[in-house]
């Protein structure tokens, strides 16, 4: 059984740009959530594949997106970077209401 | 709307002491809560679910309903449990979606 990976691990991207950031769920799990860590906070909440649907939100702007695909993998999309979104991605999987495994993250650094 | 509160980001104790990490939170209704522990270098693990009742290395939190808390605490604090400690909330039926708290840094010295 293999956990939660997540790729790249860091990268560094120009103000305006566009991300991708990829997580691998754990075998077994249908439901991937995507939480964005700022220097000195906790997880926020980005949102949640379902089954390849969205499956809940966080408030954040529609220029954070997403897809899930067959295998459950899943991507977060960013246009338009920001300052403000340097922070830590994390990547969590889960199946039907158990406990969430998470990744060990992808820190985005936007200069 | 929902909200997890942790009032310390700093928790430092000497080994043996007891330890409590404060949690309270905000929610309409019955929510899950988690603790998750993040040990250095490592990812964010879980580390207590309150409808689990269980013990996890020495660590229990009880949900106070009536105060709004979840409380993590152990009798006496171990070197290895220095770490960040994450309180978090969800709805009823759900690990995940969670709201977390901003975490508390324990700190344990000899």
């Known amino acids: 059984e293999t956990g939660v990976t997540q790729s790249p691990t860091h990268l560094i991207k120009t103000r305006g740009q566009q991300v991708t950031l990829r997580c691998s769920s754990q075998s077994g799990h249908n439901t991937v959530s995507w939480y964005q860590q700022a220097l000195g906070q906790g997880p926020q909440f980005i949102f949640q594949y379902y089954r390849e649907e969205e499956n809940g939100r966080g408030n954040f702007p529609p220029r954070f997106s997403g897809l899930q695909f067959p295998n459950y993998s899943s991507e977060l999309n960013v246009n338009a970077l920001e300052l403000d979104d340097s922070a830590l991605y994390l990547c969590?999987?889960?199946?039907?209401?158990?406990?969430?495994?998470f990744g060990q993250g992808t820190r985005l650094t936007v200069v | 709307a929902q909200r997890v509160t942790q009032p310390e980001k700093l928790l430092s104790v000497f080994k043996g002491a007891p330890v409590e990490l404060k949690c309270n939170y905000s929610y309409s209704g019955s929510p899950e809560l988690f603790w998750y522990v993040q040990y250095s270098r490592q990812r964010l693990q879980l580390l207590l679910r309150?409808?689990s009742r269980e013990s996890i290395k020495g660590f229990t939190a009880d949900l106070n309903k009536g105060e709004t808390s979840f409380h993590l605490k152990k009798p006496f604090a171990q070197e290895e449990d220095s770490a960040m400690y994450y309180c978090a909330l969800g709805r009823p039926g759900t690990a995940s979606k969670l709201t977390f708290g901003t975490g508390t840094r324990l700190q344990v010295t000899l």
């Open positions: 969590a999987s889960s199946s039907a209401g158990a406990e969430a495994f």
């Open positions: 309150h409808i």
